[in-house]
């Protein structure tokens, strides 16, 4: 009997799937994020671009541009092919991630919210950046929502689970 009400008090998301793997591979633009386009001999097309809600860039001259899914490299070679015709002659692109999307977190922390994603990022450095844990958080594992492809996936994460841009993470209260 106690074991019944035990379980029944035990805080929400210990169900939860581990959360998968931090993909390998290159990292992949989505809304949000921010590149330099460098344009070898042009500076007028030469800037930053932020990925819009469209999942686009809009390059001057060309117009928008999809950006969601690709990488950096993909990107630089489909510049380079819209550009070579219909504006320049052999042109040379070059584009780099400035500023990656943020990664949200709520739940029991001190100051839940929007932050900056930053490289190697784990659940417990976004914990700090949020001010902490509360006296009530769970501290064993959180929820972390992350979007893969077109679907959002919800997977339980431990403290030293890499965190990705984007990433909504939870943190539960703990009930005793």
């Known amino acids: 009997m106690l074991a019944v009400m035990l379980a029944g008090c035990s805080s929400g998301g210990s169900d939860l799937p581990p959360l998968e793997a931090r993909a390998t591979g290159p990292y992949l633009l989505d809304a949000g994020d921010t590149v330099r386009v460098i344009v070898f001999g042009n500076e007028d097309l030469s800037r930053e671009y932020t990925v819009d809600g469209a999942g686009a860039i809009s390059i001057p001259l060309l117009g928008p541009v999809n950006a969601r899914g690709l990488s950096a490299r ?3 070679s489909d510049l380079e092919t819209q550009l070579g015709t219909e504006i320049l002659v052999d042109p040379s692109v070059s584009v780099q991630v400035v500023t990656f999307r943020p990664f949200y977190i709520l739940g029991e ?5 929007q932050f900056p994603y930053v490289n ?3 659940v417990l450095t976004a ?3 949020a001010g902490g844990y509360t ?4 501290k064993d594992y959180v ?3 992350r979007k893969i492809g077109d679907e959002a996936v919800e997977g339980r994460a431990e403290p030293n689970s890499f965190v990705q841009p984007g990433d909504v ?8």
């Open 120 to 122: 190697e990022m784990t």
């Open 143 to 145: 929820k972390v929502t």
């Open 127 to 129: 914990v700090a950046l």
């Open 169 to 176: 993470i939870y943190v539960y209260e703990r009930l005793f």
């Open 109 to 113: 922390v001190q100051r839940p919210g």
């Open 135 to 138: 006296y009530r958080a769970e």
């Open 74 to 76: 993909q990107l630089e």
